[in-house]
């Protein structure tokens, strides 16, 4: 089980931090990855982050901007957001599979319910 949670109203130019709790799984042996929906638009990978080597893949759209992260020793996954643009506003989802390849292709085995980051002045 994910759980998400951190979203909120933020002014352009913000930030927030986005926590993805877990249980059930053993965070060390999945890859992870934020997916986000903005209104009226498809759900799109945001960054992802390999159990493997640790490696990550960040969007183009938030490279430089956002930052993915996990604390494995207590379950728990980061979405550092800064230098937030009206843009990002979306429904922001956890997600979490063995196989990182399953995760760039909006497929993974779990989902955590989505948090929502509004960012308006």
């Known amino acids: 089980q994910l759980q998400a949670s951190g979203g909120g109203l933020v002014q352009p130019g913000g930030s927030l931090r986005l926590s993805c709790a877990y249980s059930g799984i053993t965070l060390d042996y999945y890859a992870i990855g934020w997916f986000r929906q903005a209104p009226g638009k498809e759900r799109e990978g945001v960054s992802c982050?390999?159990?493997?080597?640790?490696?990550?893949i960040d969007a183009d759209s938030v490279q430089g901007r956002f930052a993915i992260s996990r604390d494995s020793a207590n379950n728990i996954m980061y979405l550092q957001m800064n230098s937030l643009e009206p843009e990002d506003t979306a429904v922001y989802y956890c997600?979490?599979?063995?196989?990182?390849?399953?995760?760039?292709?909006?497929?993974?085995?779990?989902w955590g319910q989505g948090t929502l980051v509004t960012v308006s002045s």
């Open positions: 997600a979490a599979d063995p196989n990182r390849t399953k995760i760039r292709l909006g497929a993974p085995s779990y």
């Open positions: 982050i390999s159990s493997v080597d640790g490696s990550t």
